[in-house]
């Protein structure tokens, strides 16, 4: 399997887990408390595969930058956290890192 798409998987499956880790509430939930436990072991499956060929600090940027964005995006739907102009302005800010260090760093490893 492609190792980004390894990664795709690890950050899909650590956001469904971080939303599910609200839902639990404090582990008390046990259906929301499974979904966090299952997550975050694939999660962390996925990614340690992705460490194979793409470099630790690329991977991890990757994972956190994404993933920040989607938990934020799920915080705004499901749970109707607000979003000012700064929480905007930031996370452009962490998808332009990402996107700079893929597109034009050679610690990318393309």
């Given at each position: 399997m492609?190792?980004?798409?390894?990664?795709?998987?690890?950050?899909?499956?650590?956001?469904?887990?971080?939303?599910?880790?609200?839902?639990s509430?404090?582990?008390?939930?046990p259906?929301?408390?499974?979904?966090?436990?299952?997550?975050?072991?694939?999660?962390?499956?996925?990614?340690?595969?992705?460490?194979r060929?793409?470099?630790?600090?690329?991977?991890?940027?990757?994972?956190?930058?994404?993933?920040?964005?989607?938990?934020?995006?799920?915080?705004?739907?499901?749970?109707?956290?607000?979003?000012?102009?700064?929480?905007?302005?930031?996370?452009?800010?962490?998808?332009?890192?990402?996107?700079?260090?893929?597109?034009?760093?050679?610690?990318?490893?393309?």
């Amino acid at each position: 399997m492609n190792n980004w798409i390894c990664l795709g998987i690890a950050i899909l499956s650590e956001t469904v887990a971080t939303t599910a880790l609200k839902a639990s509430a404090g582990f008390t939930r046990p259906g929301p408390a499974a979904v966090v436990v299952v997550g975050y072991g694939l999660a962390f499956y996925f990614l340690s595969l992705t460490l194979r060929t793409i470099p630790l600090g690329v991977a991890y940027a990757v994972w956190s930058g994404v993933g920040i964005v989607l938990i934020t995006a799920a915080g705004w739907i499901l749970y109707e956290q607000k979003l000012d102009g700064a929480a905007l302005a930031g996370i452009a800010l962490i998808l332009a890192g990402v996107l700079v260090m893929n597109l034009f760093s050679k610690t990318a490893g393309h």
